[in-house]
């Protein structure tokens, strides 16, 4: 085995989500020159919302991102958003993307969309790579610096970066509660999970603001990260920043930890996991909530709540990309299984707000 073995790959593009490459070599022509001539488009197999296609030429590699086919969230898709954040942050966050490119002219490809440079490296999606052959204790360091790369994220100073008017970080945790149950009913499709009691409990026990205005991601996962191929320890990439904003950082962790899977999970949560959380080694809640609290300062005193709220975050967003299927908006068969994991996490909320769960 070599390192290359372990690299992210893009392959073949799904059917409906095609993209005119006539049209791309002409447009791009005067941003990558003669390269654009002898591009070919390959599509990222990752990702339920923004889509990611691999731009090659030669010896040289670009990104593509574009809004999913189908959408009916435009604002969680607005690549003008993932665009001035990340040309923000490339000076002062080294885990970003750098950004080539925005195009605005729907006569492209039928939407906006952006360049940026490509980052080869390892990609941990819901199985944990046999081929890496980590012992407990690397397994462990190498999800540390996972949460490490966040809480280097939240301490980004807003001003150095030209952030500090991005976002509206006062009542910031109300908002998200608000516009989150908003999602929700817009989403619904007859034969949805009843989050009317998630819903109350959240809105009835929302802790006051932190009181730190930070970037945050707010799709901080394992799958949308990169590591080092040679060296799979070491962080050096994080990617998908449709949803990122300046707000509550607290929030931000409850949306990385509704991913977050532990042994001591009931088995139905463990069944329908998305990263392997729970594999030797792995830091439980716990462990990474007093690294995070030592790393940024921030008491996290609310757990049940952000965690509750980052886990109907993805029943909602799941819920959506289902309504996308229900209504034939995709051909996607991935999608069809959304609503049984909506009611997965409906389940896990309410087991927290009976206090069954471990944080």
Same mark, same amino acid.
């Given at each position: ?116 440079? /490509?980052? +080869?490296?390892? #990609? ?9 052959? $980590? %012992? !407990?204790?690397? *397994? ?31 009542? /910031?945790? +109300?908002?998200? #509660? ?9 989403? $619904? %499709? !007859?034969?949805? *999970? ?166």
């Amino acid at each position: 085995m070599t390192d290359t073995d372990l690299v992210d790959r893009a392959g073949s593009i799904r059917e409906g989500e095609e993209l005119d490459l006539d049209a791309l070599k002409q447009h791009l022509e005067p941003i990558l020159g003669s390269q654009a001539n002898d591009l070919s488009l390959q599509q990222f197999p990752g990702g339920h919302s923004n889509l990611t296609y691999l731009l090659r030429s030669g010896d040289e590699r670009w990104v593509l991102r574009r809004p999913p086919f189908g959408s009916k969230v435009k604002s969680a898709h607005d690549m003008s958003r993932e665009y001035r954040i990340l040309s923000a942050l490339k000076d002062v966050y080294t885990y970003g993307p750098v950004p080539l490119h925005f195009c605005t002219d729907h006569a492209v490809i039928g939407c906006d969309f952006y360049l940026m440079n /490509y980052i +080869q490296g390892l #990609v941990i999606r819901r199985e944990y790579p046999s081929e890496l052959k $980590l %012992t !407990p204790e690397q *397994v462990r360091q190498q999800l540390l610096n996972f949460f490490d790369g966040l809480s280097e994220l939240h301490s980004v100073d807003l001003v150095a970066a030209g952030l500090d008017d991005f976002g509206r970080p006062e009542g /910031y945790v +109300q908002r998200q #509660v608000e516009g989150w149950s908003r999602r929700w009913q817009d989403a $619904l %499709t !007859p034969d949805t *999970v009843n989050c009317d009691a998630v819903i109350e409990w959240l809105r009835a026990n929302m802790p006051a603001e932190s009181g730190r205005a930070s970037v945050i991601h707010n799709d901080y996962k394992l799958d949308n990260v990169i590591f080092d191929a040679q060296d799979p320890l070491r962080l050096i990439g994080v990617l998908d920043w449709e949803m990122a904003t300046v707000g509550d950082p607290l929030m931000d962790l409850g949306c990385t930890l509704g991913y977050w899977v532990q042994t001591s999970d009931p088995d139905f949560f463990r069944q329908a996991r998305t990263m392997p959380s729970d594999i030797p080694g792995a830091p439980d809640r716990a462990e990474i909530i007093d690294r995070f609290q030592a790393a940024t300062g921030l008491p996290v005193d609310n757990f049940p709540f952000y965690f509750c709220f980052g886990l109907f975050r993805l029943c909602v967003i799941g819920q959506q990309i289902y309504y996308r299927y229900y209504h034939g908006l995709t051909k996607d068969q991935r999608f069809k299984g959304f609503l049984t994991k909506a009611h997965v996490l409906q389940q896990m909320c309410e087991l927290i707000i009976r206090g069954d769960i471990e944080s």
